[in-house]
């Protein structure tokens, strides 16, 4: 009976990786290549499509309101966006929280964040996000150039920015 059991466990398990790993993309994949489009409403109700600003860097944040290392990007991200605006940087938080959806035009207020925010969990897919905060830099191309996962200090991310800019 316990050989059956284990054999059947067993089964489970090859059927579930032969399921899930070709879905799965890590994380460095990306780099190099165009990144995937993908579209969403924003708090403001606009339609946002990543293809729309190809020509600018875009640093895509991925979150949630829920995550306090979120969160503590966010702080950050808010003291480089005055520095970047007028430069063609684009910056989107995207959650990847469909419960976020309500929440927000609320947190957006509460943090004052005044550049593209919204939900949008087929982006995360898309990106391969297994962790959150995530961020992601696009170049002018359209070409994924950068990506990490956790809080990032703002030194490094400018270095990163502008590295980007220089290119």
């Known amino acids: 009976m316990k050989v059956v059991e284990v054999l059947v466990l067993i089964i489970a398990i090859i059927v579930i990786i032969i399921l899930v790993v070709p879905f799965y993309t890590p994380p460095r994949t990306l780099i190099s290549k165009p990144a995937p489009d ?30 306090g290392p979120c969160r503590k990007q966010i702080e950050i991200l808010k003291k480089l966006w005055p520095k970047y605006k007028d430069k063609g940087v684009v910056f989107m938080s995207i959650s990847v929280s469909e419960r976020d959806r309500e929440r927000l035009p609320r947190f957006s207020l509460e943090y004052g ?41 703002a030194d490094d991310l400018i270095k990163i920015i502008d590295k980007v800019l220089e290119e």
């Open 113 to 153: 964040i005044e550049w593209i925010i919204g939900v949008c969990s087929e982006a995360g897919v898309k990106y391969g996000i297994t962790a959150i905060p995530t961020l992601v830099v696009v170049d002018e191309d359209g070409r994924v150039v950068f990506k990490h996962t956790g809080v990032l200090n």
């Open 38 to 67: 993908f579209e969403f409403t924003d708090i403001e109700n606009n339609k946002v499509k990543l293809s729309d600003f190809k020509g600018k860097v875009v640093l895509i944040d991925f979150m949630a309101t829920w995550c």
